[in-house]
């Protein structure tokens, strides 16, 4: 007999409306998870690397590399393949992140209501 346990992960919460996915989660799912609904317009928002920074320490995240992406859809996130990296859509790229978007390796930061500031109030 062979006994299949599947483990849940549930999305990292915080005092805001962000929230840090699991590997591979969208924010659809990760805000669903928190009965929140993802907002694009905080996730598009952040086109600075102290605004990418602001997030990663809400959820105690160090980022050894900050970099714009060219246009990818599931920025911003995190992801670790040897060095931990922090990228996040160039200004002049706006609008690609969905919130349906998905990478295997990436954990996103999505905004689930409406309170998702881009620096420390």
């Given at each position: 007999?062979?006994?299949?346990?599947?483990t849940?992960c549930?999305?990292?919460t915080s005092?805001y409306?962000?929230v840090?996915?699991?590997?591979?989660?969208?924010?659809?799912?990760?805000c669903?998870?928190?009965?929140g609904?993802?907002?694009?317009?905080?996730?598009?928002?952040?086109?600075?690397?102290s605004?990418?920074?602001?997030?990663a320490s809400?959820?105690?995240?160090?980022?050894?590399?900050?970099?714009t992406?060219?246009s990818?859809s599931?920025?911003?996130?995190?992801?670790n393949e040897?060095?931990?990296?922090?990228?996040?859509n160039?200004a002049?790229?706006?609008?690609?992140?969905?919130?349906e978007?998905t990478s295997?390796?990436v954990?996103?930061?999505?905004c689930?209501?409406?309170?998702?500031?881009?620096?420390?109030p």
């Open positions: 007999t062979t006994t299949t346990t599947t849940t549930l999305p990292t005092s409306d962000w840090f996915g699991c590997k591979g989660q969208a924010c659809t799912d990760a669903a998870a928190v009965s609904t993802c907002m694009l317009a905080p996730m598009n928002g952040i086109d600075t690397g605004e990418i920074l602001f997030l809400i959820f105690s995240t160090m980022c050894s590399s900050i970099s992406s060219v990818t599931y920025f911003p996130g995190f992801y040897g060095i931990a990296r922090c990228p996040y160039a002049d790229k706006m609008g690609p992140t969905t919130c978007s295997p390796v954990y996103r930061f999505c689930c209501g409406g309170n998702c500031p881009l620096s420390a």
